[in-house]
């Protein structure tokens, strides 16, 4: 039942709540993919957090993401640590930094691939840098409140 609401939560915030960019859009879903990835097993964590993002992708017209999407959200939870418990560790904290470099470097090099271009995308790294700045902080402040609730606890990790 956990995977649903992460893969629900993860599609939500990047389908509903996003801001349309460059060729395509900014959001704070990776927010949810960090916090899946700090609470479910790493094989879950994937399905749901990079699932719910390709989902985003495919639903929103811009299908032509997905392929990219999913290897960079799967990069992005296999950083993180579920084994712990508490969800806001120094370790996961960290990991917000290289999280953010495979976002950007990630989506930058994919649609530099998709173009046949180095130079047009750079005019999206102001939006994958203002996405990982606003998803990074989101998870930090939910999973601050999350650690308060002894989450972690309570659905038995």
């Not at 998870?139 to 999350?146: D, N």
């Amino acid at each position: 039942m956990l995977i649903g609401r992460f893969l629900r939560s993860s599609f939500y915030y990047y389908r509903i709540l996003h801001i349309p960019s460059h060729t395509g859009y900014t959001h704070v879903g990776d927010a949810f993919i960090y916090l899946a990835a700090c609470l479910l097993p790493t094989p879950y964590a994937i399905f749901a957090g990079a699932g719910g993002a390709m989902l985003a992708d495919c639903l929103t017209g811009y299908a032509i993401w997905a392929p990219g999407t999913i290897i960079i959200k799967t990069a992005a939870v296999l950083l993180f640590n579920h084994k712990t418990d508490k969800i806001l560790t120094l370790k996961n904290a960290l990991m917000l930094i290289p999280s953010a470099i495979f976002c950007i470097g990630g989506y930058y090099l994919y649609e530099s691939a998709i173009l046949g271009n180095f130079l047009a995308p750079l005019a999206g790294i102001v939006g994958y840098i203002t996405q990982a700045v606003l998803s990074s902080a989101l998870f930090i402040i939910l999973a601050a409140a999350l650690d308060k609730l002894n989450i972690k606890k309570r659905i038995g990790d």
